[in-house]
């Protein structure tokens, strides 16, 4: 198996808040290549906050948060900085952007490097032909496969994915859990939050259910 990630997230006694309200305490977990963590609970309990605070785009209250390149022996483990170690796909996308869906995918391509055409990455997705859209236009199922596009493209280690499969139909349903799958079986890591179950072909996600800090 090709297994370019070797990736580990650690959280240790995490606590946090938003505003005044203390959302989550003494959160502890751990994942590893090839694992995949099913974030749950109840609307406002933290599950968003949690996947920022793994991103580092908003503070620990307490705790700490770690991804951890590892070494074969352990004895060279490397920190790796958030943004070298995930992709995050956020329930809103880029839609303030103005720009086409072509647009859009091509700048990502741009800065990646992608070996496939913009009209084989839109095919990828099932989005072929709709390179003229604009974002901001865009259905709400059709934001979620531009979400994959990206995720794809980031050839990141750990992928951060907030309703994954919010809007999406059978087929964007079923491209997100087989890229999933893929990309769990290079090793990488996926935190997924989700009202709804993510059944992943050959992987059974670690289910995590939130509850309101103590
Ligand atoms: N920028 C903010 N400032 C202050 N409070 C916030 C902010 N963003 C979110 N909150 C509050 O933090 C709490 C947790 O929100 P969060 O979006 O993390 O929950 P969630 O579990 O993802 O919810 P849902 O299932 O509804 O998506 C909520 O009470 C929310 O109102």
Same mark, same amino acid.
Request: charged share 25%.
């Given at each position: 198996?090709?297994?370019?990630?070797?990736?580990?997230?650690?959280?240790?006694?995490?606590?946090?808040?938003?505003?005044?309200?203390?959302?989550?305490?003494? =959160?502890?977990?751990?994942?590893?290549?090839?694992?995949?963590?099913?974030?749950?609970?109840?609307?406002?309990?933290?599950?968003?906050?949690?996947?920022?605070?793994?991103? &580092?785009?908003?503070?620990? @209250?307490?705790? +700490?948060? @770690?991804?951890?390149?590892?070494?074969?022996?352990?004895?060279?483990?490397?920190?790796?900085?958030?943004?070298?170690?995930?992709?995050?796909?956020?329930?809103?996308?880029?839609?303030?952007?103005? =720009?086409?869906?072509? &647009?859009?995918?091509?700048?990502?391509?741009?800065?990646?490097?992608?070996?496939?055409?913009?009209? @084989?990455?839109?095919?990828?997705?099932?989005?072929?032909?709709?390179?003229?859209?604009?974002?901001?236009?865009?259905?709400?199922?059709?934001?979620?496969?531009?979400?994959?596009?990206?995720? *794809?493209?980031?050839?990141?280690?750990?992928?951060?994915? @907030?309703?994954?499969?919010?809007? =999406?139909?059978?087929?964007? +349903?079923?491209?997100?859990? *087989?890229?999933?799958?893929?990309?769990?079986?290079?090793?990488?890591?996926?935190?997924?939050?989700?009202?709804?179950?993510?059944?992943?072909?050959?992987?059974?996600? +670690?289910?995590?259910?939130?509850?309101?800090?103590?």
């Amino acid at each position: 198996m090709n297994r370019p990630f070797d990736i580990h997230l650690e959280v240790t006694d995490m606590a946090l808040s938003r505003g005044e309200d203390a959302l989550l305490s003494d =959160l502890s977990f751990a994942v590893g290549p090839g694992q995949a963590v099913w974030l749950t609970g109840a609307n406002g309990i933290g599950k968003t906050s949690l996947l920022l605070a793994l991103a &580092e785009l908003i503070p620990l @209250d307490a705790g +700490r948060a @770690d991804w951890i390149l590892r070494d074969r022996d352990h004895d060279q483990d490397q920190r790796l900085r958030p943004a070298e170690a995930l992709s995050f796909s956020a329930f809103r996308g880029p839609e303030r952007s103005g =720009l086409t869906l072509g &647009e859009e995918l091509t700048f990502w391509q741009r800065v990646k490097g992608d070996p496939l055409s913009l009209e @084989d990455r839109l095919a990828s997705v099932g989005l072929d032909g709709r390179a003229t859209l604009p974002v901001a236009g865009l259905s709400a199922g059709q934001r979620r496969r531009l979400s994959l596009a990206r995720l *794809q493209l980031s050839n990141r280690a750990a992928w951060l994915m @907030d309703e994954p499969l919010a809007g =999406l139909d059978a087929d964007g +349903r079923n491209r997100v859990t *087989q890229n999933l799958a893929t990309h769990l079986d290079r090793g990488g890591i996926a935190i997924i939050a989700s009202h709804q179950p993510i059944a992943i072909p050959g992987v059974e996600a +670690r289910k995590l259910v939130l509850e309101a800090a103590a």
